[in-house]
């Protein structure tokens, strides 16, 4: 049964909680599935997470890449088209809502209409966050949160259009001490760069 607001002290709870992580590993499995298109497309790897504003996205498989960001610059690097590609992410034109989400740098009762479920699993409780501002990315945000311990297990995104991406959390690992290298891009000589930050 779905409660009309979520109380104050769960979403105060859930964001102190947020804030404390110094650091945050796990490994990710991402289901995207288009309005347009029957198949869902699935993906996985590994995600770290450090303070303050780093995050590493490690994709496995097939299509495999990384994206790396660090001091408001997205590195998306993609081995099988020999590509690094730079994005500025202070621009307006880039929305950090899962890396603000993960760090805690949402202020969810003002950002959003909050409204709280039943989860499939005793332990755990289903989010609903809907955007008071139409410029948000996102039309909806569904969270399930770990009761005991506060983690984030699954986050689903659902655009202005009606295309969804499920991002699920499986051994995920907070403040454990993470290679200051994970947080260094290393490619090849002959990496194309794609430079797209304003000169």
């Known amino acids: 049964m779905v409660t009309p607001q979520a109380s104050p002290s769960l979403i105060q709870q859930i964001e ?41 996205w490690e994709y496995s498989g097939r299509e495999k890449r990384i994206y790396l960001i660090k001091d408001n610059i997205l590195w998306e690097y993609l081995p099988k088209e020999n590509q690094l590609i730079i994005y500025d992410l ?28 039943e989860s499939s ?4 409780t289903r989010i609903t966050l809907l955007p008071h501002y139409e410029e948000s990315e996102y039309r909806k945000i569904e969270i399930e949160i770990d009761t005991q311990d506060f983690l984030l297990r699954t986050i689903k995104f659902t655009d202005w259009s009606g295309n969804k991406t499920d991002f699920k959390f499986k051994d995920i690992k907070i ?6 290298n994970l947080f260094q891009l290393e490619v090849p000589e002959s990496t194309e760069i794609i430079d797209y930050r304003q000169k």
């Open 16 to 56: 102190s909680h947020l804030q404390s992580y110094q650091s945050l590993q796990a490994r990710f499995e991402q289901t995207y599935t288009p309005v347009i298109v029957s198949e869902p497309s699935q993906e996985s790897g590994r995600l770290y997470y450090r303070q303050p504003g780093l995050m590493r």
């Open 121 to 124: 699993s005793p332990r755990q």
């Open 175 to 180: 403040n454990r001490p993470l290679k200051k």
């Open 90 to 117: 202070s621009s307006e034109e880039f929305n950090q809502t899962l890396l603000n989400l993960l760090s805690g740098q949402i202020d969810l009762a003002k950002d959003y209409q909050i409204s709280v479920a």
